[in-house]
């Protein structure tokens, strides 16, 4: 490295190369006598950036030696490589493009191969990530269905092709044009219902050669495979920019466990219930708050997101799940702040209810269910995505 940064700051008069790539151009320079300073600029500059990547990997290794339980040090570095110069950003009007991280491994989306397909887009990303951290939360097999970032759809069965059906049949308005994640290999019974609508891409584990077959006949559908979903990424920070700083994280891993939550009504729960209520609290914590969902038989049948008030949120995840609602589950991100919500839940027929708890108001959502007749558990675990 030394070595390297020496040559580099003597760029006028010596030629680095530290990218094999750059070989056969500066050897073609060389011949014709014809190495232009601009040349001499961006190998510099290519080896400050090797130089200054293999600092930081050092200095992440050490930090991590130190931290014990505290992963943020004092000076974050990082050494990101440019994946792909995107169309645009969110917008036409805002150029962008996607860098990875050379150090995660596992499945994610970084680590993603495309097998077919157009180019993905800025929001293509966002919500194939969304897709794929959703999916990975079930064990049986599980598809899930994005749109703006948002589950539209999400379902788990005996088998992926009811998992998508039941997805899909959640909210066949949204689905179209959405981005699908599927936790097994797609089949060929998946794969077929999959081309019969709009999608803008799908990200799964594999593909059998069937499936690829049938969907790759839509030229523009993208397709991601991760490999098996044995396990998560080595990314474990969830980071944000703000003007002038970034927000970084631990990302929220934590799970629902039906033997860990608190029943805090007359009325207890059914296994079948409580196993619900897990399914539905693992959708509403990848919805943007103020989130609400309604389930029923492991299906996405309602939901409400990012309104400013919960019961908001509420009443639109009822009124998407109508009829259906009766007998449900509701979900929601985070305490009632009054028992409004609960109202609204047993006029539309819902037997029970999983939330955080933690208001100042617990009681009176407490005694609005046991006027009810409803079932209610706290977790003691709130998860709001803004």
């Known amino acids: 490295p030394a070595m390297v940064r020496a040559a580099a700051k003597n760029h006028q008069h010596v030629l680095v190369v530290v990218n094999p790539s750059r070989y056969q151009e500066v050897l073609a320079a060389l011949r014709a006598g014809n190495v232009t300073g601009r040349l001499r600029l961006e190998l510099a500059r290519e ?11 050092i200095a992440a290794y050490l930090q991590k030696q130190l931290q014990g339980d505290m992963p943020f040090p004092p000076a974050w570095v990082m050494s ?12 036409p009007h805002q150029r962008a493009a996607f860098y990875r991280d050379p150090t995660v491994t596992g499945p994610c989306v970084g680590t993603a191969v495309q097998l077919a397909g157009k180019e993905l887009s800025y929001n293509n990303i966002l919500d194939v990530n969304a897709a794929l951290e959703l999916v990975r939360e079930f064990m049986d097999p599980s598809a899930v269905i994005i749109k703006h970032n948002n589950p539209c759809g999400a379902a788990s069965a005996g088998d992926l092709a009811t998992a998508y059906r039941l997805a899909y049949e959640g909210d066949p308005v949204s689905a179209f044009g959405g981005i699908v994640a599927c936790n097994c290999t797609v089949d060929t019974e998946t794969a077929r219902q999959m081309a019969e609508i709009f999608l803008e891409a799908i990200i799964a584990p594999g593909f059998t050669p069937e499936a690829l077959e049938i969907l790759t006949a839509k030229q523009n559908l993208r397709l991601l495979q991760t490999g098996p979903l044995t396990g998560q990424s080595t990314d474990g920070l969830d980071m944000r920019k703000v003007n002038g700083g970034l927000l970084v994280q631990e990302a ?16 207890q729960p059914t296994e079948g219930q409580l196993a ?3 399914f539905a609290m693992a959708v509403v914590k990848h919805v943007k708050s103020n989130a609400i969902v309604v389930t029923k038989n492991r299906q996405l049948i309602g939901v409400g997101a990012g309104q400013m008030n919960r019961v908001g949120s509420a009443r639109i995840a009822l009124e998407q799940a109508g009829e259906k609602a009766r007998g449900a589950v509701l979900a929601s991100d985070a305490f009632f702040p009054f028992r409004d919500t609960v109202d609204e839940a047993a006029r539309a027929g819902i037997a029970a209810i999983i939330q ?6 617990d009681e009176e959502s407490i005694a609005a269910c046991n006027e009810h007749g409803i079932t209610m558990v706290f977790t003691g675990m709130r998860h709001f995505k803004h």
């Open 47 to 57: 080896a400050f950036a090797h130089t200054a990547a293999y600092d930081a990997a």
């Open 80 to 91: 990101l490589e440019l994946a792909q110069s995107l169309r645009y950003g969110e917008n």
């Open 252 to 267: 929220d891993r934590a799970l629902t466990r039906p033997d860990r939550v608190r029943v805090v009504t007359e009325k």
């Open 276 to 278: 619900e209520m897990a």
């Open 356 to 361: 955080p708890g933690g208001s100042v108001r």
